[in-house]
T-cell receptor, first 112, second 113 residues
Framework: AQSVSQHNHHVILSEAASLELGCNYSYGGTVNLFWYVQYPGQHLQLLLKYFSGDPLVKGIKGFEAEFIKSKFSFNLRKPSVQWSDTAEYFCAVKGGSYIPTFGRGTSLIVHP | DVKVTQSSRYLVKRTGEKVFLECVQDMDHENMFWYRQDPGLGLRLIYFSYDVKMKEKGDIPEGYSVSREKKERFSLILESASTNQTSMYLC????????????FGQGTRLTVV
C-alpha cells in the first residue's frame, strides 16, 4: 500500500522568505508524485508533477520540487514566497494503482 | 481545459435525510473519485470508479454509496446523513492510461444538522 507523510502541518512565513515543505512517501515501486495547491475558496489545482526523468521538477508560480529516490522524498521549494502563496498544499503519490493517495496537507500563511 | 463540475457548492441537510452529490466531467476520463476533506486529515478516498457501473471502495466507504450510470457522471449518496458526515466533498477525474494527474471539482461543503 502507498502512503504519504507531510511533516509540516502549519507554516508561517514573511514575504520573501524561502519555503521548503517536506513530503515522504511509502511505496516500493515506480511512483508518480504530485504537489497540489488549494487557495482559499478555490478548488485543488496541480502545482507540479514528477513522472520520470530529471528529478528536479519545476512548476507554476516559481515552485519546484526534487525527487530523491533514496530518501523516498519529494520536497516542495520556493526561494521567495509572496502573500498570494497563502494556501493549503498537498503532496500526493500514485504507485501501482491509478489512485492517488494524499498527505494531510500543509497550511501556509505568508505575512506581507 | 478539463472541467469537473459538482452540482452544489453548499448544502445543508437534516440528520437521516438521503443526500445526493453529483459530479460531471467533460474530458472522457475513465477514472472518477470521491474524496472527503477534513482539517488536519487531508483528503481521504471514499469511493472510486474506473468505468461505467464499476466501483470500488476507498478508505472510508461506510455510510456512503456511489452510482456511475454514464461515463461522465459520478454520484455520491449518503444513505442516511449523520452529523459526522459534515465535511467538504471533492470529486476528481483522471485518465487510466499514462502518467496523468487528477483534476478536481470545486467541492461541496455539506453540513448535516
Amino acid at each position: 500500500a502507498q502512503s504519504v507523510s507531510q511533516h509540516n502541518h502549519h507554516v508561517i512565513l514573511s514575504e520573501a522568505a524561502s519555503l521548503e515543505l517536506g513530503c515522504n512517501y511509502s511505496y516500493g515501486g515506480t511512483v508518480n508524485l504530485f504537489w497540489y495547491v488549494q487557495y482559499p475558496g478555490q478548488h485543488l489545482q496541480l502545482l507540479l508533477k514528477y513522472f520520470s526523468g530529471d528529478p528536479l521538477v519545476k512548476g507554476i508560480k516559481g515552485f519546484e520540487a526534487e525527487f530523491i529516490k533514496s530518501k523516498f522524498s519529494f520536497n516542495l521549494r520556493k526561494p521567495s514566497v509572496q502573500w498570494s502563496d497563502t494556501a493549503e498544499y498537498f503532496c500526493a503519490v500514485k504507485g501501482g494503482s491509478y489512485i492517488p493517495t494524499f498527505g494531510r496537507g500543509t497550511s501556509l500563511i505568508v505575512h506581507p | 481545459d478539463v472541467k469537473v463540475t459538482q452540482s452544489s457548492r453548499y448544502l445543508v441537510k437534516r440528520t437521516g435525510e438521503k443526500v445526493f452529490l453529483e459530479c460531471v466531467q467533460d474530458m472522457d476520463h475513465e477514472n472518477m473519485f470521491w474524496y472527503r476533506q477534513d482539517p488536519g486529515l487531508g483528503l481521504r478516498l471514499i469511493y472510486f470508479s474506473y468505468d461505467v457501473k464499476m466501483k470500488e471502495k476507498g478508505d472510508i466507504p461506510e455510510g456512503y454509496s456511489v452510482s456511475r450510470e454514464k461515463k461522465e457522471r459520478f454520484s455520491l449518496i449518503l444513505e442516511s446523513a449523520s452529523t459526522n458526515q459534515t465535511s467538504m466533498y471533492l470529486c476528481a477525474s483522471s485518465l487510466v492510461q499514462g502518467s496523468t494527474e487528477a483534476f478536481f471539482g470545486q467541492g461541496t461543503r455539506l453540513t448535516v444538522v
